[in-house]
């Protein structure tokens, strides 16, 4: 099989796209986070079971900018859960070529370990992100991403997005 | 302090009535183990998955009934059976996946064969080898083999029971909540649209008690409150059965009243000016006949039926230790649903669920409690909101339907 054609501008251009998103959520710059997606956004969280047996339901699912918003203003001002923190460890973007709207469809592997309030570290998640890029305004955004978590099981909460 | 060796029974140091719960039944390893015995294996009746889950001969859910592993299976009569997932030989786990479709179960350890009803039917060089080795003589097949269980369908629910001479379902729910199961999931065919499972740090029965606790839950969820999806000043009331074990929670819509000054007269958290950009995630249909809204639906000891507008979802409360418990989640939609309705039962179900509005609230609450008691094995929890009695409620400021738990829970504990 081969790979599409990538320029190692792109490549890198994806690759800092990747660790800015990660470094919003993990340095809790919240308010931050929608603008990481267009505002026909899509955003959801599940499982490799749920996602290989194409179960259309999201521990998460937010279906544009507001809903997005939304999940930022929820855990600021409406939500009770104890404070936590992650640290996302990305893999490599994989670009896989370009999705029926035009979009880049890229995947990259994550791994990410909570820091809770008591100052435990636990493995919390690993998984997948199946993104669809698009640039917009010149900047590269997400029109899709799709958090597939490697184990269905989440331990106590998802608070903050993965 | 408790002093173990002096107990006959694992409850014998509980003195007062079910307004009074003595912290150390949510962390007593002799307990977890007793209840093991008397409840989930003694007389009560397990949720193991739903008809849709096994709709063809061979097809199979493996699942636990308290910490004992179970299968779930249709045969090819058309009839479900559900047996232990352990070897007739040695105890291996027979089922290996959580779901997939089989002909028969054969071990993979030494290869003994079970059939789809659990019986064991083929034992590898039973007979030996060239007149050599085999099974001992008088070794019979029909005296082996995992333990069977009692299978009970209810519009489309599967549930399953050690004991033989348990009262039917129906019986056991009482007609009023068998009633509204009915009235959920009655005449039509269940889509499951995702699973998943909660881990929660905290003994099983702090989370029924969570389900059962009609009086927090619009003061510790926002989104109940706030978007008056569940509001004690709503109409509504709660459901117990006879024993009371199980319950339903509920409210409607009251089309007459007057918008209630008593929460703001509380000064609650719960009702805030919090506003949402999108409020389509709040979006529904009509699917029932009635006003209800919202309707929390437990039956003895572990099971949820759950309808918050148009988010249907069952749970499944898994003990796997005296301070761990697994809560699966099933969210379910049904056939013919259109592409507008399942998006509004995606969006609501942003509510529950780990990550869920309401729900993730649920997830830490259970911790906080098991955390708080420790140290406290000589105090108790207070249960007199609206009396120190069970039974049924035309409110929900009552912590009735727990009592109704605990009542149930120690007739069989010390049956």
């Known amino acids: ?54 179960l259309p339901a999201g521990l998460i699912w937010l279906d544009g900018i507001g809903m997005i918003r939304d999940r930022v203003t929820a855990l600021r001002d409406a939500n009770i859960y104890e404070r936590h923190a992650y640290r996302h460890i990305l893999g490599q973007p994989y670009v896989d070529g370009r999705d029926e709207h035009g979009d880049t469809r890229v995947e990259t592997s994550f791994f990410v370990v909570r820091i809770t309030r008591d100052g435990q570290t636990d493995v919390f998640a690993s998984g997948c992100y199946h993104d669809s890029l698009r640039e917009v305004d010149g900047a590269l955004k997400f029109a899709r991403r799709v958090v597939v978590c490697d184990s269905s099981h989440i331990d106590t909460l998802l608070g903050l997005p993965l | 302090m408790r002093d173990v060796a002096e107990r006959a029974g694992p409850l014998d140091d509980w003195e007062g009535g079910v307004n009074r719960v003595p912290y150390w039944v949510f962390s007593d390893e002799d307990v977890f183990r007793a209840e093991q015995e008397k409840l989930f294996r003694g007389s009560s009746w397990n949720y193991l998955c739903l008809e849709v889950e096994i709709p063809n001969p061979g097809d199979y859910v493996a699942t636990h009934v308290g910490t004992t592993p179970v299968i779930v299976v249709r045969d090819f009569d058309g009839q479900i059976y559900s047996f232990e997932n352990r070897c007739a030989h040695r105890g291996s786990l027979l089922a290996l996946d959580d779901r ?12 003994w064969r079970h059939s789809l009803q659990g019986d064991l039917v083929g034992v590898a060089f039973e007979e030996g080898m060239n007149g050599t080795g085999g099974m001992a003589e008088g070794f019979c097949k029909n005296n082996h083999g995992p333990r069977k269980l009692r299978v009970a369908e209810l519009y489309g629910l599967v549930f399953g029971s050690f004991d033989e001479d348990i009262d039917d379902i129906e019986e056991y729910l009482g007609d009023e909540i068998t009633g509204r199961v ?16 909660q881990i929660l740090p905290n003994n099983w029965k702090l989370y029924v008690e969570n389900t059962k606790d009609s009086y927090h839950a619009s003061i510790l969820h926002l989104f109940f409150t706030t978007f008056e999806l569940n509001k004690l000043s709503m109409k509504g009331g709660i459901l117990v059965s006879p024993d009371g074990g199980s319950h339903v929670s509920y409210s409607a819509i009251d089309r007459e009243a ?30 029932f006949d009635d006003d209800i809204t919202l309707q929390i639906l437990s039956a003895f000891p572990n099971f949820v039926l759950q309808q918050i507008q148009n988010c249907i979802a069952v749970r499944q409360i898994l003990p796997k230790g005296p301070d761990k418990t697994e809560l699966k989640w099933t969210y379910i939609g049904f056939a013919g649903d259109t592409e507008a309705q399942q998006r509004i039962r995606l969006k609501l179900a942003n509510l529950v669920g780990p990550a869920g509005y309401v729900s993730m609230e649920d997830g830490c609450i259970g911790g906080f409690v098991q955390r708080g008691i420790a140290g406290a094995d000589d105090k108790e929890a207070v249960l007199e909101m609206g009396g120190t009695e069970f039974g049924n409620s035309g409110n929900r400021i009552t912590e009735g339907s727990i009592r109704g738990f605990w009542n149930a829970y120690r007739e069989r504990m010390q049956s």
């Open chain 1, 1 to 54: 099989m081969k790979d599409i054609d990538v320029t190692s501008d792109q490549l890198v251009a994806i690759g800092q796209l990747q660790n800015r998103y990660a470094r919003c959520i993990d340095a809790d710059r919240l308010e931050d986070w929608p603008d990481f997606f267009t505002d026909d956004g899509f955003y959801s969280v599940t499982s490799a079971e749920n996602h290989r047996a194409g």
């Open chain 2, 100 to 111: 997939g479709n089989a002909r028969d179960f054969t071990c993979v350890y030494h290869a």
């Open chain 2, 182 to 197: 009915k009235r959920v999931l009655d005449g039509r065919d269940c889509v499951v649209l995702g699973r998943f499972t």
């Open chain 2, 258 to 287: 007057e918008q209630s000054k008593a929460y703001q007269e509380e000064q609650l958290r719960s009702q805030s000016d919090y506003q949402l950009a999108d409020m389509s995630l709040l979006e529904n249909f009509k699917e």
